[in-house]
C-alpha cells in the first residue's frame, strides 16, 4: 500500500471588515483567517489596495511575504498578516483591499472589500521662521 | 545704559546676536547650525547653507552644503527642529577658478531646500584668509616670465653665432 497522497489545499479567506483610515507613512497590517490542509508548504500571501473597475482591480499599493504553512492532516483555520507601506504615491479617497494565497495563479483569493480603507490627505509641512543659531569652524 | 538686547521666540528659544565674524581658510569646514519650527507630518527635508555674496537680486553663491534634516511628526503644534550643515572651504584653483577666493565679508544663508521660502541669511560673517588658489596664481605669476625667459634666450644665442 503506497502513502496517501494529501495535496496542499487552502480553502476560504477572511480579511477583516473594519473600516480603516491611513495616510502617508503608515503602514496598514492586514490580517487574513484562511484555512488549510495538507501537506507543509510556502506560499505568497499577497494583499493590495486598489480600486475596482470593470476591466478588474486597479492595483495602486500592494506587498506580499512568504507564509510557511505547516502540514495539515485536516482542515485548520490559520492566521497570518502582510503589511502595505501607505506612500505618497496613493491619492486620498476611499479604496478597496483584497487579499490572496498563491502566486500568480492563486490558490485562494478574497472577497473585495468595497471602500473599506480611507486614504486622508496628509497635512501639508508648514514651517516658522528659521534661525542661524550658529556658524563656527569645527 | 542698556548694554544688550537678546530676542526669546517661542519655538525657537534665546535668539543670539550673531555678528561675529569667523576667518576660515581653506580645509576648514564651517558648521552652520539652524533652528526651525516645525508643524506636519514625520518627513526628511534637506537643510542648504551656503556661502556667498549677497547681490541686488540674488545671492551669489560660491560653496554650498547640504544636510538631512529629519522633523518628527509633529501635526497639531510646532516642534523645533535642530539641525546641521557642513560646510567644506575649499580654496580657489588655477586662475580663481572654482572654490573660493580669499576675501573678507562673504554672506552666509541657510534654507530648508523643500521650502526655499523658509531662509535665514547673516551677511558679512565670513572672511576667507589667503587660499592656496591665490598661492598657485601668484607662483604662476613668477614662474612664467622664467619660462618665457627660458624659451627666448636660445633663440638670442643662435642669433648671434651667425
Redesign the interface.
Known amino acids: 500500500m503506497g502513502a496517501v497522497y494529501l495535496p496542499s489545499e487552502f480553502g476560504m479567506i477572511l480579511l477583516p471588515l473594519a473600516n480603516v483610515q491611513v495616510?502617508?507613512?503608515d503602514k496598514l497590517r492586514i490580517t487574513c483567517r484562511y484555512t488549510h490542509r495538507g501537506k507543509a508548504e510556502s506560499v505568497p500571501l499577497y494583499a493590495s489596495i486598489g480600486s475596482t473597475g470593470w476591466t478588474g482591480f486597479d492595483e495602486v499599493l500592494h506587498a506580499s511575504k512568504t507564509l510557511s504553512v505547516p502540514e495539515d492532516a485536516s482542515w485548520q483555520a490559520r492566521e497570518a498578516y502582510v503589511d502595505i507601506a501607505i506612500t505618497t504615491s496613493i491619492s486620498a479617497g476611499l479604496y478597496d483591499l483584497y487579499a490572496k494565497i498563491g502566486g500568480t495563479i492563486p490558490k485562494v483569493i478574497s472577497p473585495t472589500l468595497q471602500d473599506v480603507v480611507e486614504v486622508t490627505e496628509?497635512?501639508?509641512?508648514?514651517?516658522?521662521?528659521?534661525?542661524?543659531?550658529?556658524?563656527?569652524?569645527? | 545704559m542698556i548694554s544688550s538686547l537678546q530676542v526669546f521666540r517661542p519655538g525657537v528659544g534665546w535668539i543670539v546676536p550673531l555678528e561675529e565674524k569667523v576667518t576660515l581658510a581653506p580645509g576648514d569646514t564651517l558648521r552652520v547650525s539652524v533652528a526651525v519650527p516645525y508643524r506636519g507630518p514625520e518627513r526628511e527635508f534637506t537643510l542648504y547653507s551656503s556661502i556667498g555674496s549677497r547681490g541686488l537680486l540674488w545671492f551669489d553663491e560660491v560653496l554650498s552644503a547640504r544636510a538631512s534634516l529629519p522633523c518628527p511628526d509633529s501635526p497639531e503644534k510646532f516642534t523645533t527642529v535642530i539641525g546641521y550643515v557642513d560646510i567644506e572651504i575649499i580654496g580657489s584653483g588655477w586662475f580663481g577658478v572654482g572654490g573660493i577666493s580669499a576675501g573678507n565679508d562673504y554672506d552666509l544663508y541657510a534654507k530648508i531646500e523643500e521650502q526655499p521660502d523658509v531662509m535665514a541669511e547673516i551677511d558679512d560673517v565670513i572672511n576667507i584668509a589667503g587660499s592656496n588658489g591665490s598661492d598657485m596664481t601668484d607662483m604662476l605669476g613668477m614662474i612664467m616670465p622664467i619660462m618665457m625667459l627660458g624659451m627666448v634666450m636660445p633663440m638670442v644665442g643662435e642669433g648671434m653665432e651667425e
Open positions: 495616510k502617508a507613512g496628509v497635512g501639508d509641512s508648514d514651517f516658522g521662521e528659521i534661525s542661524i543659531t550658529d556658524y563656527a569652524k569645527v
